[in-house]
């Protein structure tokens, strides 16, 4: 049996109606959580209860305390779950798996759709299974929910009612949960490396969702003030930005001119991020905006956050972005 260090962050899975009738964080959820059936079973369990939230409330701060928590305890443990809200579970395992460098045991995030004091609870299941795939031959941080195994940076949240709540538009998932856990895809296995930790993120970015009609006045506001460290915009396609009426070309080329990176991402989910095949792209590019290439949307940012809490220098911070550190993008 291996021995698992669960880490506990709040979530559905703990959650309790309260007096409105509204899920909520209740008060015992560590006791809810140790005494899921099988858990015991399963693995040699210790718990640490990080914090106590619905994960819309998640603080790059919380990211910091994971990865802290995990360093320490890397060498005592053969695998590491966090329990966490679905809600954001994407953002944190994208953001662990940039601040834990050289990983090489499984960090499992799961979490439920359903409460586990509801009698229809997944999370159960979902609990079992994340402890189960901790003790595999795997080296990377990965979602498990419902029958799905999903590297953790190329994830998604696509429902919050199906059990498989997740899925990773791009990858292909690394592993399934019939019966037994499989890993079957492409994944990296346990190593002996060191591990390295990095886990500073900077929170004073902005995003923009285009749509057709938005004015560049209102994007050029917050270049004021020197506040703003990055600007991060779900362009179009394959990452176009308008370059004709209400052309935001010139706002990249503000911007980056007063040394404020900007990310390119993409509204497609299925993504491969070429800039270089519009005019409209091209222009984006030639005014200085970076491209996130095939990054879903939260290893994007979470990546950018990383990225600028170590350096502004803007060709580091490009160089950076558009280099892989934990199977995050594809470079063809
Ligand atoms: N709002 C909840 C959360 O993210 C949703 C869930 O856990 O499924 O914490």
Request: charged content about 20%; aromatic content about 6%; glycine content about 10%.
């Given at each position: 049996?291996?021995k ?28 809810i ?19 106590n ?10 990211w ?28 944190t ?10 990983l ?29 795939v901790a ?52 994944y ?42 990055g ?9 176009n ?50 491209s ?17 809490a ?8 490009k ?14």
């Amino acid at each position: 049996m291996g021995k698992i260090l669960v880490l506990f962050s709040g979530g559905t899975l703990s959650m309790a109606p309260n007096t409105d009738g509204v899920l909520a964080p209740s008060d015992n959820a560590e006791t809810i959580l140790k005494t899921v059936p099988g858990l015991r079973e399963a693995a040699d369990c210790d718990f640490e209860l990080v914090c106590n939230i619905d994960s819309s409330n998640m603080q790059p701060e919380i990211w910091a305390d994971l990865a802290q928590r995990i360093a320490r305890a890397y060498d005592r443990y053969d695998g590491f779950v966090i329990a966490h809200g679905t809600d954001t579970m994407a953002y944190t395992a994208s953001a662990l798996s940039f601040a834990l460098g050289n990983l090489g045991k499984p960090v499992v995030l799961t979490g439920s759709q359903k409460p586990l004091i509801s009698l229809a609870t997944d999370g159960i299941n979902n609990l079992i299974n994340a402890v189960r795939v901790a003790q595999m031959d795997l080296g990377e941080v990965c979602i498990v929910f419902g029958t799905r195994i999903l590297q953790g940076n190329r994830s998604t949240k696509e429902s919050d009612t199906k059990l498989n709540a997740f899925r990773s538009p791009i990858a292909f998932p690394i592993g399934e949960i019939e019966i037994d856990a499989y890993l079957r895809g492409q994944y990296t296995p346990r190593h002996e490396k060191k591990l390295t930790l990095q886990a500073a993120f900077e929170n004073r970015i902005v995003v923009f969702q285009l749509f057709p009609g938005m004015e560049p006045d209102l994007i050029e506001r917050v270049l004021v003030g020197n506040t703003c460290k990055g600007i991060v915009m779900l362009g179009f396609g394959p990452g176009n930005i308008p370059n004709g009426g209400r052309s935001l070309i010139g706002v990249i080329e503000q911007a980056t001119a007063v040394g404020i990176p900007v990310l390119v991402t993409t509204q497609c989910s299925l993504r491969r991020g070429d800039m270089r095949q519009y005019l409209v792209g091209f222009d984006a590019v030639t005014a200085g905006a970076i491209s996130a290439l095939d990054m879903t949307d939260e290893a994007a940012i979470t990546k950018f956050m990383w990225v600028l809490a170590q350096t502004q220098n803007p060709a580091d911070v490009k160089r950076m972005m558009q280099t892989n550190y934990a199977g995050e993008l594809t470079l063809s």
